[in-house]
């Protein structure tokens, strides 16, 4: 069963021709990505890595069909390149840019949703399908064809974990990162349902960190809805409170959000978490016995 994305799906980068995009872009197509076109405005007509460029989205579609999309356009304009996006009817919008302003990042969310369409992030490093798809900006080398779905909030934890669990030979189906701003697009719970749903996909890994309650909102939903084995990993059990750790979203406030309110909740669901990132492999293979 294909998660959001595999080899066949068609890829548009927007900002292809910066910095950012160009190093990236290549990446992925080193990694097996059909990337069809990129956009950039006023770099119609370029090539970069071989891949044409063109002025808008409704220029590129003109030519190629298009099924997802990967943003790498500064802060101050993404929101208009998610716009330019939702308006084309792209399905799968993927947004690498951090610092987003969180009212463009909440108006584009709602507005995709209304149409069916399905974004992640602002702040998230991608998605990556192990058959051969990659959106975003995971390292290419740390993946293994597997059976292990993984979604995660935070990119650097969710590389740690996986090349731990491709090291014990632990492969994965799909990677997702949803990112770690405040407001963003797919949650915990969207991915889990189309884990729980793909035949493939025999466990899943949960990394999520303090701030939010994304996490609780997860485990209430394995509770009722998730039959397979599901591990977890919370980043900053050492954090103090109030302090925000890296991401926007990561900041507990209330007495809600910290990682020891996440660990209990996810427990009390059947998942077991790990209190290292290396432990994860190891409780992978226990439930997977």
């Known amino acids: 069963m294909k998660i959001l994305v595999d080899k066949d799906t068609k890829v548009l980068v927007q900002g292809i021709t910066g910095n950012q995009g160009t190093f990236h872009s290549k990446a992925m197509i080193d990694f097996g990505t059909n990337v069809v076109a990129g956009v950039t405005p006023k770099r119609g007509g370029q090539e970069v890595n071989g891949v044409p460029v063109y002025n808008t989205i409704k220029e590129a579609q003109e030519k190629h069909e298009i099924d997802a999309t990967v943003i790498f356009v500064p802060a101050k304009f993404t929101g208009g390149a998610m716009n330019e996006a939702i308006d084309a009817n792209i399905p799968l919008i993927i947004v690498i840019t951090e610092h987003v302003p969180v009212w463009d990042a909440a108006r584009a969310v709602t507005k995709a949703k209304e149409k069916g369409i399905t974004i992640l992030g ?3 490093p991608g998605l ?10 995971m390292p290419n080398v740390i993946f293994k064809p597997g059976n292990v779905g993984v979604i995660a909030r935070s990119g650097t934890l969710s590389y740690e974990v996986i090349w731990n669990m491709t090291k014990e030979e632990i492969g994965q189906t799909t990677c997702i990162g949803i990112g ?3 407001s963003h697009g797919m949650g915990f719970v969207e991915g889990l349902e189309l ?7 025999k466990a899943m890994v949960l990394i999520g960190e303090i701030g939010g309650t994304e996490e609780e909102h ?3 939903y394995i509770k009722k809805h998730v039959s397979k084995p599901v591990v977890a990993f919370i980043g900053g059990r050492q954090a103090p409170p109030g302090k925000k750790m890296g991401h926007a979203g990561a900041i507990v406030s209330g007495g809600k959000g910290t990682a020891a309110s996440k660990i209990k909740v996810l427990e009390e669901a059947g998942v077991g978490v790990a209190r290292l990132l290396s432990d994860v492999p190891k409780l992978l293979k226990k439930k997977l016995k």
């Open 122 to 124: 602002p702040n998230t």
């Open 128 to 137: 990556v399908s192990t058959d051969g798809c990659k959106l975003g900006i």
């Open 180 to 182: 770690g701003d405040p």
């Open 195 to 201: 884990f729980e749903k793909d035949p493939n996909t």
């Open 218 to 220: 997860a485990a209430e």
